[in-house]
Every structure is written in C-alpha cells, then in structure tokens.
C-alpha cells in the first residue's frame, strides 16, 4: 500500500467527544551548546534546515513526532512487537515443574531404604530407561515429574511387596539445542532446556521481524515434520501457548508475514494487524483494537478489484463488513450530541455540573442561578474555555519559538559578539524551559461595563461567578506579595509603596491591573476597584534592546493567559 495511515489521518475531521472539566554555555541544551561553538569559532551560521514530511508526496500534515506504535518510516508497528521486550531470553526454566515430561539426559536421585538400600543419582538412558540397581529399567521416558515417584515405586514393589519405602527427585534435565529460522532478526541455534517455551527461543533470536515476519505462522519442526503450530496472537489475546517439549535438533519456524491491515483512531490498540485467513470480519478488527467507548463509527479505505474503495460505517455496520490485506481502518468519535456539560465555581448555591441544549446561552443558564445578593458578584462573571486556553497555548508556543528562531540563528561578525550571544542563548534558553510550562486559564472575558455578553455555551465551559470582596492583591516583583484592604482613592503607587516597593527586577513601565472578571488592564490612567489585582511584570535583563522587547511582550502574553508574572 502507498498511502499510510497518516494520510488518511489528514483527509478526516475528527469530532471531539465530550469534555469534562473538573547559566554559561556548558548549562546549555545540546542544541544550543553547538550553536555557541559556532558562535565562538565561525563568523556565520548555517540556515536550519526545513522540516520534512516523513512522507513525500503526501498532503498530510508535517510529522513532528513518532507515535510510541510508530515505526521509522511512518507505518504502525505490528501487534505483538512489544512481546520481545519482556525478557524472554534472560528467564530459562529448571524443568522441576509437575507437568515436565521425562527425557534421555536427565538426572533422577533414587534413594529406597528398608528390605533394600539403595542412594543414587540415575540417568535416564538413551532408550529412555531409569535403571535400578538390583531390579532393571523402568521405562520413565514421557512419564511427568508428578508420575515418577509412583511408577518408581510400584516397579520397586514388585521385587520388594513388604517393607521397602521409596523417594525420588529430578535432579537435573537434559540441556537442549534449538534451531531458529525464518523471518527473525537473528537467525541461529540457541540453548535451552525442554520445558522452555518457544518464546526463549524466538527472544534469543530477536523476535520477530517486524517488517517481514508472521506473529501467527511460526512452526515447531521435528525431523521435517509440524509437531506444532503457534499462534502468537493466542498468547497476547488469552496467554494460550501449547506446545510440545523440546528436544535436541527441533527447528523453530517463522513464516512470511500474511495479510495485514491497518488500525488507527479512537482505539486503544493502534497497530498493524495479521490476517490469519484471506479476510477478516469488523468484529473481529473491533475485538483485536479494543476501541474506546466515545467510538461511533469507522472510516475502512482499501482497494477492491483494483479500484480504490472507501466507505463509512456505523459500529453496527462495520462489524459486518469483510477486511482485506492492505485495509486501513479508521476509528473515530463522530457521534452527534444534543446536550453539553457545564460546570458553575464561585459563589452560588446549588449544584456545580449542568446538562443543557446545545443551543443555550449564558444568561438563560444564569437566570436560573440561585446566588446570595450581596455576596456574589454577579457583574463580574467570566469563562474558562478548553479551546480558548488551547488557543492561548498555542500562540505561545509560537511566540517562544519565533524567539528561539530569530536570535539563536543571528550570525556573528566578531569574537566579542559571538560571546554576547552565548550569553543571549543561555538567557533565551532559560526563558524558554521556563515559559513553555506555563499553562493558559482560557478566561473568556464576557462582562464588560456592567454588563454580561449573552454568548452561546460550549460543552466544557466552567463559569465563575466570583465572590464580592473588599480586597486588592498586589503580585510580581514587589518585595512583599500581599492582599491589602481596598482605600477608596488609593493610587497603584501607593499600593505598591505598601507592599514594599518595586524589586530591581521589576519593569516600572508594565503594570497591569487584572479585574475579577478577567479583563486586564494596563495601570495608567485607570480607577482601581475592590477585587483587583496588581501585577507587576519583570524587566527582560539584556542590553539586546530588539531581545528585550521581544521577551517582554510575551511576559505581557503570559500575564493575560494565566495571570502569572513569570520570573525571569
């Protein structure tokens, strides 16, 4: 198949389901370590390079990014690659289980005291026999470990009926060697004893190879005939793995991977998929993907008659359908909701979540709020949105790497300048790691004037109805953080005057005020009201005047987004 998964990902809108909301240079990252030895030793820069779609001649989007079930060049990675990461190759069994079938090599101890005396350890011969001093061989060859202590002791009791008592142990089994071919990493003959479990095996030989092998056609030969056939995805799915004992000799068999499909989506299994017959049902893909429950429906694109083929289905109606090699399945959350959630903080009384109709407003929703007058402020309610912090995350993740991108790629002309750009890289690194933790609120601003915008919900909203207060913060880079009682006719000065002044690291010309319902302000010119908050933003510390500019709008973007006053 030449089209992938990633293709199919770029040519389908996903519906989302419901959401709830309840230093110096050697300090540098690696990245920016060599840049600076750039920096020291060259008088220029080369360009970075463009990024490259892991597929050309795709549409999708640009691939930043592997999936943990990805492989190097883009496709998913079968079911069951996983397997031989487990540590088969480092656990070999010791055969003393009851269920372990005797065979020529192994170490049986024998001791029968009373009418007769008799301590040995006694192997068990190439004919399969354990032969007793005094009374002859037993035939013990296939005999479990649980058996041999009876059929000892009745072949004893036949020459001695009275007065004789019998013990008996394995000692130590027989090692074996196993051959390991087929479609694996690393063909060979490996050691083993009888009881391990072909997984030794496969593990020792690298497992599967994961490009070419079949994980449901591996064979158990013994003297060019099948003693068994193994099923990996039994394992995987129920733990079932039967086969027979090993022996010296026996070969290990992978065959070429069959038929495959591919699954992606809303699943809990993303992977590539055997066959082990030409077709396979929906039902059996939806029991080897475990799908989520916000599931809905299945987009299948293959080819039939060699015609390119799509459908769309139903649960319902993929489960009926026949799959064929090269199929890529497509699970998706399409279901069309009628209501949403939303969720009430604040002051107000009543429960938190509501049901609604996706049609509903805020003002239909808040004229059914019961809150205390006088103690909720109802002028000054605002929304924290999912999509709204998404948006405000992603502008600055933006911000940061347009930073990272102009001043990390300036060329240098002399040694002294590229010194001052080691050191403008250790202060845009630092900034960086530090404002990419930062998590946006998505406040939606909606009460303006003493006024509420009637907007429409979403599903997720959380509206906050805040507490009326007598109170003002005062936050940032002063030298005492506090909430001071609210003075009618008290500038911003000398609010912060109280609060001990500025630190030198504060920013005297970017002072904002953050009313209760979001809004923020810059502190000119503006009347002060109880409930708010002054924040103090830091100075950006370069003689870089473009770098320091720079950094302070996206210390001003962070103050909007998540009403932090980041510390550089």
Same mark, same amino acid.
């Given at each position: 198949m030449k089209t992938r998964l990633s293709a199919l990902l770029a040519s389908c809108l996903l519906?989302?389901?419901?959401?709830?909301a309840n230093t110096t240079a050697g300090n540098l990252p690696s990245h920016l370590q060599a840049q600076a030895l750039q920096l020291q030793q060259q008088n220029f820069q080369e360009?970075?390079?463009?990024?490259?779609?892991?597929?050309?001649?795709?549409?999708g989007p640009l691939q930043q990014a592997q999936n943990e079930n990805m492989t190097e060049e883009g496709a998913r990675t079968p079911f069951g690659a996983e397997l031989f990461n487990g540590g088969f190759r480092g656990v070999r069994g010791d055969g003393m289980n009851p269920e372990y079938r005797m065979q020529p090599g192994d170490q049986v101890t024998l001791r029968i005291w009373g009418a007769v005396q008799i301590d040995?350890?006694?192997?068990?011969d190439a004919q399969g026999n354990l032969f007793i001093p005094s009374i002859g061989p037993v035939q013990v060859s296939g005999v479990s470990q649980a058996q041999l202590d009876n059929l000892v002791r009745a072949k004893v009791r036949e020459f001695y009926p009275d007065n004789v008592f019998v013990y008996t142990n394995l000692q130590g089994v027989q090692p074996v060697s196993v051959f390991v071919t087929g479609f694996v990493k690393r063909p060979g003959q490996f050691a083993g004893i009888p009881a !391990?479990?072909? +997984?030794?095996?496969? #593990?020792?030989?690298?497992?599967?190879?994961?490009?070419?092998?079949?994980?449901?056609?591996?064979?158990?030969?013994?003297n060019d005939t099948i003693v068994a056939s193994i099923d990996l995805y039994q394992f995987l799915l129920s733990g079932k793995l039967d086969h027979p004992q090993f022996q010296s000799g026996d070969t290990i068999v992978v065959d070429r991977r069959g038929p495959v499909i591919f699954v992606d989506g809303d699943v809990g299994r993303a992977h590539q998929f055997e066959l082990n017959y030409q077709s396979l049902s929906g039902n059996d893909v939806m029991l080897l993907a475990q799908l989520n429950p916000t599931a809905s429906h299945a987009l299948v694109r293959g080819v039939r008659q060699q015609q390119p083929f799509a459908n769309y289905h139903t649960l319902t109606e993929f489960g009926?359908?026949?799959?064929?090699?090269? !199929?890529?399945? +497509?699970?998706?959350? #399409?279901?069309?909701?009628?209501?949403?959630?939303?969720q009430l903080e604040g002051s107000y009384r009543g429960r938190s979540h509501f049901v609604l109709p996706k049609e509903i407003t805020l003002l239909e929703l808040l004229d059914n709020i019961p809150v205390r007058p006088g103690i909720a402020d109802i002028e000054s309610v605002s929304i924290r949105r999912i999509s709204v912090a998404e948006k405000q995350k992603q502008s600055l993740q933006d911000s940061l790497r347009r930073l990272e991108t102009t001043f990390l790629s300036a060329p240098s002309s002399t040694v002294e300048e590229s010194a001052i750009r080691v050191r403008e890289a250790e202060l845009i690194s630092q900034f960086v790691a530090k404002a990419s933790q930062v998590e946006p609120n998505g406040r939606l601003v909606v009460s303006h004037n003493d006024s509420i915008r009637n907007i429409r919900l979403q599903d997720g909203d959380i509206i906050t109805i805040p507490e009326i207060t007598d109170a003002i913060l005062i936050s940032g880079e002063v030298f005492l953080s506090q909430s001071m009682v609210f003075q009618p006719g008290m500038s911003v000065d000398e609010y912060i005057r109280a609060a001990g002044g500025?630190?030198?690291?504060?920013?005297?010309s970017r002072i904002l005020i953050v009313r209760q319902n979001g809004e923020v302000r810059d502190?000119?010119?503006?009347?002060?009201?109880?409930?708010?908050?002054?924040?103090?933003l830091p100075k950006a510390d370069t003689k870089n005047l473009q770098l320091a500019t720079t950094i302070s709008q996206i210390l001003y973007q962070i103050a909007i987004a998540a009403k932090v006053a980041l510390d550089l």
């Open positions: 519906l989302p389901s419901l959401l709830f360009p970075a390079q463009r990024t490259q779609r892991t597929q050309p001649g795709t549409l040995r350890v006694i192997p068990v !391990d479990s072909v +997984l030794h095996f496969l #593990d020792q030989a690298g497992g599967v190879d994961e490009q070419l092998g079949s994980y449901r056609r591996i064979s158990i030969k013994r009926r359908q026949e799959l064929y090699d090269g !199929d890529e399945i +497509l699970f998706m959350a #399409d279901k069309k909701y009628e209501t949403i959630v939303v500025f630190t030198q690291h504060a920013d005297k502190s000119k010119n503006i009347r002060l009201r109880p409930g708010d908050e002054i924040m103090v």
